[in-house]
């Protein structure tokens, strides 16, 4: 079975341009996630959606910050306008919701750097 | 309340040694406690989990020790192996918002051959 695919895998921009991360979580998973993996915060999650439907927004930075699920298997995530700040590895992650303590499956992640 | 201390930061181990890592938290409303795997370039990846109400888990050469009443849990590595150089990350969450995992800050191992 495939895995969490994530696009790009590595993405330079310069300030202020417009970044877009894709990902398309493992097919039959109701839940998708986003993390942000930085050397000085560690993983902190963004973003969590359940059935296409954003539950918990509270770790999305700011407002440049969004994220859509159109439907099930895709979901974007866009910094607008980006700054060198937001240079980190984001990480789509899914999984099947049955109740506490399901396994979250993870991308291979998207190294963002900001110039 | 929301924190999940780990320790050490790094560490380095002869291959055929126990590595061991350790982790705290404050919420008693924890009630699943993952352990995640990460190798360079990748993304983490579920190595295993513990529940509050067992002491210990084991999986093969991995097992988890889990101390309630310490608020501690720690993950133990028997016979390290080159291959498990990687870095490892606790997590916890509580059943009120159970997608919600809250990670330690890592622990980097090297095993050295």
């Known amino acids: 079975d495939a895995g969490v695919i994530q696009s790009p895998r590595h993405e330079v921009t310069e300030m202020g341009q417009e970044v877009t991360l894709r990902c398309k979580p493992i097919s039959g998973h109701n839940s998708l996630f986003w993390y942000r993996q930085t050397m000085m915060r560690g993983l902190e999650l963004l973003i969590y959606?359940?059935?296409?439907?954003?539950?918990?927004d509270s770790g999305m930075p700011e407002d440049r910050f969004s994220a859509k699920m159109p439907n099930a298997s895709f979901s974007t995530l866009k910094i607008q306008p980006s700054e060198p700040r937001d240079s980190a590895v984001y990480f789509c992650a899914s999984s099947l919701w049955e109740g506490s303590g399901n396994t979250i499956y993870f991308g291979e992640g998207s190294w963002l750097t900001v110039v | 309340q929301q924190q999940v201390k780990q320790s050490p930061q790094s560490l380095i181990v002869q291959k055929g040694g126990i590595s061991i890592i350790n982790c705290a938290y404050e919420n008693t409303a924890f009630d699943y406690f993952p352990w995640y795997q990460q190798f360079p370039g990748k993304g983490p990846a579920l190595l295993i989990a513990?529940?509050?109400?067992?002491s210990e888990k084991k999986e093969g050469r991995f097992t988890i020790s889990f101390n309630k009443s310490a608020k501690q849990f720690s993950l133990h590595i028997m016979d390290s192996q080159p291959g498990d150089s990687a870095t490892y990350f606790c997590a916890a969450s509580r059943r009120r918002s159970s997608y919600k995992l809250i990670f330690g800050s890592g622990t980097r191992l090297l095993v050295r051959p």
């Open positions: 959606f359940n059935n296409n439907v954003p539950i918990d």
């Open positions: 513990i529940r509050p109400d067992v």
